[in-house]
């Protein structure tokens, strides 16, 4: 009953900031015990989680990229947004979010699986050189 939809431009240039939002339906995304990963996956790579926003409006993100990843909410709207600064072609990649509870938040952490919760059907972003 949760739906999750990924939005923003599919085209980014080199430097430039990447901006998707995540609109949530069906449950405010400050249930208790939720959290909002940002995922993606590179052409013929693995899924790989980016960082999350937590109920609480915690943040946490992937050692590799948390130095230009910026996870936001705007809880009036239920929209969670990623902003993903000087991007290059390597952030070429389908991008999802999804909502993950607590009884899963290490296990995606570990490895993210489809399987731990409810995600959207992503969107391709792809870095022009």
């Known amino acids: 009953q949760v739906q999750l939809q990924e939005s923003g431009p599919g085209l980014v240039k080199s430097s430039q900031t990447l901006s998707l939002t995540c609109t949530v339906s069906g449950e405010a995304i400050t249930t208790v015990y939720t959290y909002y990963f940002w995922i993606r996956q590179p052409p013929g790579k693995g899924l790989e989680w980016i960082g999350y926003?937590?109920?609480?409006?915690?943040?946490h993100f992937s050692p590799s990229l948390k130095s230009r990843t910026s996870i936001s909410r705007d809880t009036s709207k239920n929209q969670v947004t990623l902003q993903l600064s000087s991007v290059t072609p390597e952030d070429t990649a389908v991008y999802y979010c999804a909502r993950i509870t607590h009884d899963f938040l290490d296990a995606m952490l570990t490895i993210p699986k489809r399987d731990f919760g409810s995600w959207g059907q992503g969107t391709q972003v792809t870095v022009s050189s």
């Open positions: 926003i937590g109920f609480r409006g915690n943040t």
